[in-house]
């Protein structure tokens, strides 16, 4: 079945702009996690101004699962551009896979893609209740990705999955998505930075304001129970590093507001960066009058 979307669907021609979803983009969906954690389960509720979300499963990172995410999903959305009657019935190559995410040895053995094996079952694992809560009568949309386990194929060095309704009902509307760099977001090195990226990714010039606590609660800080002293500690250790890699030119801590001005290197030229930090208006302010 092709579905039928209301926007035309452009076809990725690299992963360096992939139509994500901000429902995982802008929500701890995939989150800041350590390799210790990563295959603990969890049973969670995100709530926000925009969204309302019930998520359960193992844990998902930026390292290993949002880029093979990222990659099932540009895969499917080919297959709408093409008008493949079987669009969600999705295949990617190992060559890609491993071209994208980091894999031991030579990429030439079974054995050395057993990251990727894991990555695919945190994904199956996977249990999603969400609505906008600006949507007064909202319904709620809930699923899975997959409609079975993905079938990682090493002779043919392929891995085929079905992906669900759930999907499709999502993108349905073919609005509310953000087109990620991957080929960026591997360059961050390590999961907090990728978070930042990720999350920071989705807003346009104007945005350059953040408030401590939307930060806290995107990152997964406030679910680790941080305090505001432990959170701005977080915060501000990644903010340094994504100025030295030249993510974003400069950041700002205004206590009164408990907000973080934020300028990003791919929204402005770094002599404009100063001027910005001191005269733009907040768009903290735009959205009070709404």
């Not at 669907?9 to 992963?15: A, D, E, H, I, T």
């Amino acid at each position: 079945m092709v579905l039928n979307l209301k926007e035309k669907v452009y076809k990725s021609r690299s992963m360096r702009s992939v139509a994500i979803h901000n429902l995982f983009n802008r929500t701890c969906i995939f989150e800041s996690i350590q390799d210790k954690e990563i295959n603990n389960s969890r049973d969670f509720i995100f709530k926000d101004s925009i969204y309302q979300v019930y998520f359960s499963g193992k844990y998902l990172n930026h390292s290993t699962d949002f880029p093979l995410f990222g990659l099932i999903i540009s895969q499917w959305r080919n297959n709408l551009s093409d008008g493949i009657d079987s669009s969600n019935f999705v295949t990617i190559s190992l060559l890609d896979v491993s071209n994208l995410i980091k894999i031991a040895g030579n990429a030439n053995r079974e054995s050395e893609f057993k990251k990727i094996k894991a990555s695919l079952a945190r994904l199956n694992s996977q249990k999603i209740k969400f609505r906008y809560n600006k949507k007064v009568k909202a319904d709620f949309i809930e699923g899975r990705f997959f409609e079975n386990e993905p079938k990682f194929d090493f002779k043919n060095k392929i891995i085929t999955m079905t992906l669900t309704p759930f999907l499709s009902e999502l993108y349905l509307t073919n609005s509310d998505i953000t087109y990620i760099n991957f080929e960026k977001l591997k360059t961050m090195k390590k999961e907090p930075y990728m978070a930042f990226f990720k999350y920071l990714s989705t807003h346009a010039p104007g945005h350059i304001d953040f408030k401590l606590e939307k930060l806290s609660r995107i990152l997964g800080l406030l679910r680790r129970g941080m305090d505001e002293s432990r959170c701005r500690e977080y915060i501000v250790d990644k903010l340094k590093a994504l100025v030295k890699l030249k993510f974003i030119w400069c950041y700002k801590w205004n206590p009164k507001t408990k907000v973080y001005r934020i300028i990003q290197c791919k929204h402005f030229k770094k002599a404009e960066a100063e001027f910005v930090m001191k005269n733009l208006h907040s768009n903290l302010d735009n959205w009070k009058k709404k």
